[in-house]
Nanobody, 120 residues
Framework: QVQLVESGGGLVQAGGSLRLSCAASGRIFSINAMGWYRQAPGKQRELVASITTGGSTNYADSVKGRFTISRDNAKNTVYLQMNSLKPEDTAVYYC??????????????WGPGTQVTVSS
């Protein structure tokens, strides 16, 4: 079994900052790409940012320059530093990881989500 557990969500005023964390645990051999997605009410889930094992990153245009994704491979953890938050960033944020299990088969895992609410 593999679990992803997110933390760090909450309520913040516009212009503020939050840092999300997502730790993977279980029968893990290694982890390929990790990422953060978000889903606002009435909207589809969208990619916010992703990072490869080697540290290459990709960001949605709406968060470039404000959000930074990073990872600690030794801890199987990915982070999302969110600065200059806007009300339109309000959503449930989900962690995603491509996990290579000890069987050497790759599975796609999702965390349960953490709510981020930005007030104006």
């Amino acid at each position: 079994q593999v679990q992803l557990v997110e933390s760090g969500g909450g309520l913040v005023q516009a212009g503020g900052s939050l840092r999300l964390s997502c730790a993977a645990s279980g029968r893990i051999f290694s982890i390929n790409a990790m990422g953060w997605y978000r889903q606002a009410p009435g909207k589809q889930r969208e990619l916010v940012a992703s990072i490869t094992t080697g540290g290459s990153t990709n960001y949605a245009d709406s968060v470039k320059g404000r959000f930074t994704i990073s990872r600690d491979n030794a801890k199987n953890t990915v982070y999302l530093q969110m600065n200059s938050l806007k009300p339109e960033d309000t959503a449930v944020y989900y962690c995603n990881a491509g996990v290579v299990r000890t069987t050497l088969i790759v599975y796609d895992y999702w965390g349960p989500g953490t709510q981020v609410t930005v007030s104006s």
